[in-house]
């Protein structure tokens, strides 16, 4: 797969099938759009491009508010790598992008650059200065300047439309169960291991600590169970979100894995921690005594339940 930003589009001999979105998380909804665009390029000799932001487009356009994102830029281009995708095009969504119309999006941008004979958009797909264009307009427009456009209707999981934005929801209540279906796969954090206060390892239960970065949602504090993958192996987890009451005074929220049976040190190398369901909330104990016998009882219903 192809990787390109900043104005350099793809050049190829073929015309484009363009997949647009912001496409925060991959989720099942996002998957048939994507699907949904491989199938139609492979049919109709076309060179696939999911067309997406290097950052959240709200988070430009609402200054006052910010919109966690699910994944990192390198989870969405690992997933999408796989899908078979040829081109991965991030557009820097800034102020000047946002003023464009959506007459010169379509005629600057798929028409002129990306040559599209296909576009792949969501039921709620909005485009353009103030998000006046949408897929009716862009139906309309594709008559007149000659691309077909498919528009995706809306996924449900158990009655729920599929959205980031129910999704984040779901995150940060700690329901990773429900996340899962949503997703269609398990929410993960990735990062490289940084240097803790090795309490842990004091107690008998070493953790992998990662300082994830600011603009990525965070679970709800907690106790989870979890999966991580490391240098291509998986190994059973849980992992504490928050700020360990026990251990510390600061209040820095971070997030702590022990890998069960895995002695290692890991400081400075990167990690992916997959959540599967939230065990318990934090919770202060009276002694360190007390925490060790909470994790024992911990691991041992993850094990149970889980693994």
Known sequence: MEILENGFYPACDKYCGVGLGNFDGLHRGHMALINTLI?????????????????????????????????????????????????????????????????????????????????????????????????????????????????????????EIVSSTLIRQYIMKGKMEKVFELLGRHFSISGKVVTGRREGRAMGFPTANMLPEEYLIMPASGVYVTRTLYQGQWYNSLTNVGICPTCKNDMASTVETHMIGFEQELYGQDIEVFFLKKLRSEKKFESHADLINQIKKDIEKAQHEWY
Not at 46 to 68: C, M
Not at 127 to 145: C, N
Request: proline share 3%.
């Open 39 to 159: 199938h139609k390029c492979r049919l109709n000799d076309l060179y696939s491009v999911v067309y997406t932001f290097k950052k959240h487009p709200e988070n430009i356009l609402r200054k006052k508010l910010f919109t966690p994102l699910i994944m990192t830029r390198e989870q969405k281009t690992s997933i999408l790598d796989k899908t078979g995708i040829n081109t991965l095009y991030f557009q820097e969504f800034d102020e000047k992008f946002s003023r464009m119309t959506a007459d010169e999006f379509i005629k600057s941008i798929l028409v002129e650059k990306l040559r599209s004979k296909l576009v792949v958009v969501g039921f709620n797909f909005h485009f353009g200065y103030m998000g006046r264009g949408d897929a009716e307009y862009l139906k309309k427009m594709g008559k007149k300047l000659g691309f077909a456009v498919i528009v995706i209707p809306p996924v449900k999981v158990r009655g």
